[in-house]
């Protein structure tokens, strides 16, 4: 093995995953250390230890810490991590509703009306004259146009710019924690999670410190110009960049700073994120500029959410800081939304795009204790025993671990500096506007951060405050920490702090290189100022010129990232095609490389190139790592494709079949008609409705199975019965453990089959105060639980659902709408394995075992269908998982022509859960997809459908 492979192999363990632990219900220690051996099976570090919605131990109890040690006494005994989440829910900062006791802590936010009367209960009143503002204390005389703005309060999250506040929450949580933990506090326990901190993002940010703080700052009032944050008037523009260049220095030094101070303090990390990072509003919503707020960070992070693509910047901002003051690890919250049917390929796309950008630790969205009632809708999927394929997700941890480590080897080289454009965003950024006020800045930050990478030139974003505390300049080069440029572009931009003005300045004098890519700056802090010694004296020719890799290729090679570092054992290089099109007959040339290898962490094989120049192929989301090191193995040559038997039958799961409408009764006599269990939920709640409840479940068979289980989750029902007869659910479970099983065969006729199930119904009043009353955002409703929760319930068993095919229409990404019935049927052994969806199993969410053996050809086993993970194996015995392509090389089992070759294909749990209904047939997977809440008037809801949406399930014959 070579010296750069030890390297990995010693530090692997070091960059497994750490997934989200949700902790949603009542926990049992027994039950968490179980699921810790779990973790440790699939190859996963440690976890975060997350309170999260549905969870009905006390938060924070004694209960409580006591899980939390019996986890910690776990994960040391079996090497792991076990990592606190400082928050019930999130964002965190308001100490799971315990700093949620007055006004002077509560958020603040700003709204502005135009009225035709003084209103002296107002925050501020103004009148706007010939371009200018005033603020008036009592009515003018003959006005009829008072511009209004009125402070207004978030009663369920506080000011996270107040200093007092922050300490408060460090005294509720971290301090508790520390006590709670002991010695393991630091050691096996390394530090907090914190997720989401934001300073207010729903409405235009207000803080009380702004009264003292912004005239200490600047020697004016506040309140003097506030209307600016709403409208355009003389002197509005500097208004708005001094307010927002405040903000962000408040929340940064107020919230995260104080909180890492502490945590260095106390030998603990800090890592987590804060929210909207990879978008310029999106930061102005909630922070004024990210970037800042990762110096504050132990393992600074981000997170992605759903399985679409985007641009690159929110890695790269992440990236960049990690990289200027040397911080080894960064890590991302991902994965979530991404929906039941993601496949190991789309999870790999997401994840290699951003280790491209500077990511090196995954985090895992989600792991549930739990998936009954409303947790099964947490934005899935979920990356545990609930996903049908888990028993292939250690080869894919093991495999991410490994880049990890690879990744984390050196220092990346990037000699361009990309200024960010942040503070230009004070400039013009309006809330009511959005992205539409700094639309400008948005597209041509996009735009430069998609050329460079595109063109596969090496970059990181230079903040302007950290470049305040950590940049010079030495000869020719701008240096940011541990970071040296000697190109610097300049987006669109509007303004330059005067620091960095000095900085360029001295950078230019001595000849360093200045590209810009959009209008030149005209403004000093926000202020109007000569900035004519900006002359630009490269281009983006010169930049591609001065690549240290060369890049041919037929194809389109906008898709290919390239990121090089420089290690103690050569120069790496991480190519990445980030897209779903191959890119064909890619000649890459390594200048400067004498010995070429490339390594594979799959296997952690190294071979030997013995040159700087290396032509290849790239599939979809391939990725292939390439170090300067001499290496005397040779590539193994390219198996061709096999020829072999048909595919034959060796077993099926049992197949599914969700009921999810039902009749609702009050008095288990008189029933309404057939509803979706999503609509008679919302209802239920808007009725506030307490009592006695029947549903009513329903489907239609034509010849009885031979076997047929009941699956109901453990939600308090007084009794269930199937056509009249009392059935009583078993231990036994499927998918979760509280999704009981009862055998109801013999209860099946044909014709139209009853279900009921009969309950007591009610909710604390403090659930209709989450979810209905004002002033209540997002923190509380995060932290939710139901006190009655009702939902579809699911046969399982040996049978076939018959639907009617001509009223299946096939959508693109191999999604089917489905507008016709469901009729239970014995099964008659027959199975088109080409596509089972149409044919008996539409809600099928397991597995199918065939076989086959090689004819004649190569030794290229090609297993082509729709399916998320194909497991072969070889005379019974294990070759190998395939995660990211749908071909083996069985060049090393196939000796004699002979052997059986068995291919096991999983179909996710997305027909069984859903979202079925919603109107859109892909959707990022959140919970309102699936629940439809508080969406539905009575029998109406915009956004729900009667058709079924299902993915399509089969292999190729």
């Known amino acids: 093995m070579s010296n750069f492979l030890d390297y990995v192999k010693k530090h692997t363990d070091e960059y497994k995953s750490i997934p989200f632990w949700s902790w949603n219900d009542k926990l049992e220690p027994a039950e968490l250390k179980r699921q810790i051996s779990d973790m440790k099976r699939l190859n996963m570090g440690g976890f975060f230890m997350h309170a999260r919605s549905g969870l009905e131990t006390e938060y924070q109890s004694s209960e409580w810490y006591n899980c939390i040690n019996e986890c910690i006494k776990e994960a040391k005994k079996q090497n792991m991590q076990a990592w606190a989440y400082d928050e019930n829910g999130w964002p965190s900062g308001f100490a799971g509703g315990r700093l949620l006791t007055s006004d002077e802590n509560y958020a603040h936010y700003l709204e502005y009306k135009v009225l035709d009367e003084f209103d002296e209960n107002a925050f501020g009143v103004y009148l706007l004259k010939n371009g200018n503002i005033s603020r008036i204390i009592a009515p003018a005389d003959g006005e009829n146009e008072y511009h209004t703005l009125y402070r207004c309060a978030d009663e369920s999250y506080v000011d996270t710019m107040n200093p007092r506040i922050t300490r408060e929450f460090i005294r509720l949580t971290h301090e508790e924690y520390k006590e709670a933990t002991g010695e393991e506090f630091g050691k096996t326990m390394p530090g907090f999670f914190t997720d989401e901190p934001q300073y207010y993002r729903w409405k235009t940010v207000w803080s009380d410190m702004m009264t003292t703080e912004f005239r200490a700052k600047y020697g004016y009032d506040v309140m003097e110009k506030l209307p600016a944050l709403f409208i355009d008037f003389d002197g509005a523009d500097e208004f708005r960049y001094d307010y927002y260049y405040l903000c962000n220095e408040l ?18 990390e800090i890592t987590g994120h804060a929210i909207e990072e990879k978008i310029l509003f999106g930061q102005m919503w909630c922070c004024g500029g990210i970037m800042p707020f990762y110096e504050y960070m132990s393992i600074p992070g981000v997170d992605f959410l759903g399985k679409g693509h985007g641009n690159d910047i929110s890695s790269k901002q992440v990236g960049s800081v990690a990289s200027q003051l040397g911080r080894k690890k960064v890590l991302s919250e991902m994965f979530a939304c991404c929906g039941w049917d993601v496949t190991p390929l789309e999870l790999k796309r997401i994840a290699e795009h951003q280790y491209y950008g500077g990511v090196n630790l995954m985090c895992q969205h989600l792991y549930p204790y739990s998936i009954r009632g409303q947790r099964k809708r947490d934005y899935p999927a979920f990356y545990s025993e609930h996903q049908s394929w888990q028993e292939a997700l250690g080869d894919f941890n093991l495999y991410f671990a490994r880049l990890g480590a690879a990744l984390s080897c050196g220092t990346e ?13 004070y400039l013009s950024f309006i809330r009511e506007n959005d992205r539409a006020s700094i639309a400008e800045l948005e597209d041509g930050f996009a735009l430069v951060t998609d050329t460079l990478s595109q063109n596969q030139i090496p970059y990181h974003y230079g903040d302007e405050t950290l470049m305040r505390k950590y940049g ?21 931009i509007y303004t330059l702090d005067s620091s960095t003005v000095e900085l360029l300045k001295q950078f230019t004098e001595n000849g360093g290189k200045i590209c810009s890519m959009g209008k030149l700056p005209d403004r000093i802090d926000g202020r109007k100022a000569d900035l004519s010694f900006i002359i630009p004296n490269t281009t983006l020719d010169d930049m591609i010129n001065a690549n240290s890799v060369s890049v041919t290729t037929e194809s389109s090679k906008a898709q290919l990232r390239i990121m090089q570092r420089e290690t103690e054992f050569g120069n790496l290089y ?8 191959p890119i064909t007959d890619l000649t890459l040339e390594f200048k400067n490389a004498k010995n070429i290898s490339r390594i594979d962490l799959q296997t952690l094989e190294e071979f030997g190139i013995g040159k700087n120049r290396v032509t290849v192929d790239l599939g979809p989301v391939e990725s292939m790592l390439f170090i300067d090191e001499k290496c005397d193995n040779k590539p193994k040559p390219k198996a061709t494709t096999m020829n072999h038997t048909p595919f034959e039958v060796v077993s099926v799961s049992d197949n599914s079949f969700t009921l999810d409408y039902a009749k609702r009764s009050s008095d288990g006599v008189n029933f309404s008609d057939l509803q979706p269990i999503v609509r008679i939920k919302d209802n239920l709640l808007k009725e506030k409705y307490k009592g006695k409840l029947w549903l009513k479940y329903e489907f239609n068979c034509n010849s009885v199975p031979d076997r047929v289980e009941l699956v109901c989750e453990k939600l308090n029902y007084d009794e269930i019965t199937v056509n009249g007869k009392t059935v009583f659910l078993t231990e036994n479970y499927i998918i979760d453990r509280s999704f009981k099983t009862v055998s109801i065969t013999d209860c099946i006729k044909k014709g139209v089959n009853e279900i009921v199930l009969s309950l007591d119904y009610f909710q604390n009043d403090y659930v209709y105060h989450v979810l209905y009353d004002d002033g209540v955002s997002e923190s509380l409703r995060n932290c939710l639980n139901f006190d009655t929760e009702i939902e579809s319930v699911y046969l399982f068993g040996n049978f076939k659902v018959a639907t009617e095919a001509e009223k299946f229409e096939l959508r693109e990404r191999d999604y089917y709408e489905y507008f016709g019935s469901f009729t239970l049927e014995k099964n008659n052994g027959i199975i088109d394995i080409s596509d089972m969806t149409k044919n008996g199993y539409p809600f099928f969410c397991d597995s199918l075992v065939l076989k086959t053996k090689k004819t004649d050809g190569g030794n290229l086993l090609q297993v082509p269908g729709v399916f998320s993970v194909c497991e072969v194996s070889v005379n019974g015995a294990h070759v190998s998982y395939l995660l990211f392509k749908n071909e083996c090389d069985l060049s090393d089992y196939i000796k004699t022509g002979d052997e059986e070759i068995t291919v ?6 997305r027909n069984l859960f859903g979202p079925h209904h919603y109107i859109e047939y892909e959707v990022i997977a959140s919970p309102e997809n699936f629940s439809f809440e508080k969406q539905w008037n009575k029998d109406k809801c915009p956004i729900y459908t009667d058709r079924y949406s299902f993915k399509k399930f089969g292999v190729e014959k």
């Not at 107020?254 to 945590?263: A, P």
């Not at 010079?472 to 669109?492: F, Q, R």
């Not at 096991?904 to 749990?909: D, M, N, P, T």
């Open 251 to 268: 929340f940064t030094n107020n919230f995260i700073k104080i909180i890492f101070d502490w945590c260095n303090e106390n030998g603990v």
């Open 413 to 425: 080289k990037a000699n361009v500096l990309v200024i960010h454009p942040m503070h230009s965003c």
């Open 472 to 492: 010079s300049v030495e000869g020719n080069t701008i240096k940011i920490g541990k970071c040296a440029y000697d190109t610097v572009v300049l987006p669109e």
């Open 574 to 581: 991480y190519v990445l095609n980030q897209y779903k099109n």
């Open 904 to 909: 096991k294909v999983w179909q996710s749990r």
